[in-house]
């Protein structure tokens, strides 16, 4: 529950540091909403393997981030927007319903971190327009951010409560604790499938000299491997517990595998070592022999 209120928090910050931006399309006001972008991502990339509850609701998760795009349906999808020029299309309301391709991250960091995206949203004719598609997507992430968040602790239905009833009983979701471990083992296993198969695999190549950096997460911020440490540290707590019993208490103490509980919190350990001794962003290292 933590991190999705940090979600919900940052994203909040994320619309107010846009709007912020958008008053008077400063210079300043294009690093603060730069930083609120970062800010968010850190949040989301926390939360983003935990692909059950109100994240897949309206398909809230694809839409925050619609990622990997093989075929740049992103890039397609706004410049269509941008062409039609259609204030009508940003309407919270309207907005939603848009392809999921530019109702997140993805479109955000090209509107803020392209080459020219300084210039294109403070000059010329285009500049308010995009400027107000800039708005139109930070008001949807926060409003999501907001209800998921919601979702999961909010009234009758709130999804924590499906899940465990408040006698500590399991809810209508699960029958066993088997089931919950279930659950839980596979967002353990899509971070880091995640990491491995995507975030790492896709710009690396096959060689430095087939290194592929613009297919990496956030290769316009260079925020990619922060991405990947957060993806990391999210997946050690998951793992190791969090402020409570984690995974490891179930291999350890359940399991009866203390064995593999050790190798498993070393392995955690090493791979975030790993990631943090990179002193440059993931789109240089991947070409660095």
């Known amino acids: 529950m933590p991190r999705y209120t940090r979600l919900a928090e940052a994203t909040t910050a994320l619309d107010g540091a846009v709007a912020g931006f958008c008053a008077d399309r400063s210079a300043a006001g294009l690093d603060r909403a730069r930083g609120a972008y970062a800010g968010a991502s850190t949040a989301w990339q926390g939360i983003q393997h935990i692909r059950f509850g109100p994240a897949e609701l309206f398909m809230r998760a694809t839409r925050l981030s ?111 604790p088997k089931d919950v471990v279930t659950d839980l083992l596979k967002a353990l296993h899509l971070a880091v499938e995640l990491v491995a198969d995507h975030k790492l695999a896709r710009p690396l190549g096959a060689s430095a000299d087939a290194a592929r950096p613009r297919l990496a997460e956030a290769s316009r911020s260079q925020r990619s491997l922060e991405n990947i440490r957060a993806n990391l540290a999210a997946a050690a707590a998951l793992y190791e517990g969090e402020g409570g019993w984690g995974m490891s208490g179930f291999v350890r103490e359940v399991a009866g595998d203390a064995a593999l509980d050790d190798l498993l919190c070393r392995a955690f350990a090493q791979t975030r070592a790993s990631a943090e001794a990179i002193k440059m962003p993931l789109e240089e290292a991947v070409a660095d022999p």
């Not at 009508?88 to 955000?108: D, I, K």
């Not at 998921?148 to 408040?166: E, T």
Request: charged content about 25%.
């Open 66 to 176: 619609f990622w990997p795009d093989p075929r740049n349906a992103a890039g397609r999808q706004l410049e269509e927007l941008l062409a039609a020029r259609d204030k009508a299309a940003l309407t919270p309301e309207a907005f939603m319903r848009a392809s999921v391709t530019v109702q997140g991250f993805p479109a955000l960091e090209r509107l803020l971190f392209d080459e020219d995206a300084a210039a294109a949203l403070t000059d010329g004719d285009e500049a308010a327009f995009r400027c107000d598609l800039l708005r139109a997507i930070a008001v949807n992430m926060a409003t999501m951010g907001a209800e998921i968040q919601r979702d999961w602790v909010g009234g009758k239905g709130a999804w924590s409560k499906i899940l465990v009833r408040a006698d500590g009983s399991y809810g209508s979701r699960y029958g066993a």
